[in-house]
């Protein structure tokens, strides 16, 4: 059964933050408000966390999970980034975009893409989820939070509790997210816009 949490949006617990990320610790999956909708979040290094977090989603090994991080020199361990990339990355965050990068060691082979060894990361401009990464002081591997089957991220914390009491350690509740996904933009190579979300290009010189 999931535990929910309500939390301020802009000046969350931090006590209940530290509740939601001991059950991250010990394995279970959490839905959280972020900056563009709610996302699934996981711990980095349990499989089996992970692997929940795929089948929720129904994902297969070849879609892109994120890594949502505090800070840029928390990403920094996890993607290789040269001057250029950083530039746009300083950019951009906090913010809402997803920035495709090549992942480094730190980041373990089964969820990073099979093929390219790439990863998604990003730091969202949203005090809860800030706070929650504080709290756990690591990334979290995340996706957005849309039913299998459907297209549109879920957005009200009470339905998700409701659909996913039994698949979630956890739901945090702050009221609704903007419900538009992250900008998605492709780094390792020339740079590529693969979606256009919340996150505008134009403020990175991408128009």
């Given at each position: 059964?999931?535990?929910f949490?309500?939390?301020?949006p802009?000046n969350p617990q931090?006590r209940?933050?530290?509740q939601?990320?001991?059950l ?7 839905a959280?408000p ?9 711990r ?5 966390a992970a692997?929940g ?5 129904g994902?297969?090994?070849?879609h892109?999970l ?10 920094g361990h996890?993607a ?6 950083y530039r746009?990355l300083k950019a951009a ?6 920035f495709?990068?090549?992942?480094t060691r730190?980041v373990?082979r089964?969820?990073?893409h ?8 990003r730091?969202p401009?949203?005090?809860v989820?800030l ?7 690591e ?5 957005t939070?849309i039913p299998?089957?459907e297209t549109d ?6 339905e998700?509790r409701?659909?996913?009491?039994h ?5 945090v509740?702050s009221?609704a997210?903007?419900k538009?996904p992250?900008t998605v933009?492709?780094?390792t190579e020339?740079?590529q816009?693969?979606r256009?979300?919340?996150?505008d290009?134009a403020?990175?010189g991408?128009?």
């Open positions: 059964m999931a535990q949490f309500s939390v301020h802009a931090a209940l933050l530290k939601a990320a001991q991250l610790r010990d394995g279970g999956l959490a959280v972020t900056d563009s909708s709610y996302a699934v979040i996981a980095l290094d349990d499989k089996a692997d977090l795929r089948r929720l989603r994902l297969d090994e070849r892109h994120t890594l949502i991080c505090r800070d840029l020199a928390q990403l996890f290789r980034v040269d001057n250029r990339q746009l965050t906090p913010g809402p975009f997803t495709i990068l090549e992942a730190e373990p089964r969820v990073s099979p093929s390219r060894k790439t990863i998604g990361l730091v401009d949203h005090p989820t706070g929650l990464l504080e709290q756990f002081g990334p979290l591997l995340s996706t939070l299998a089957g991220a879920l957005n009200d914390a009470q998700i409701q659909r996913y009491e698949e979630l350690a956890a739901v509740d009221g997210c903007p538009e992250t933009i492709d780094l020339d740079v816009i693969i256009v979300g919340r996150g290009p403020k990175l991408l128009a």
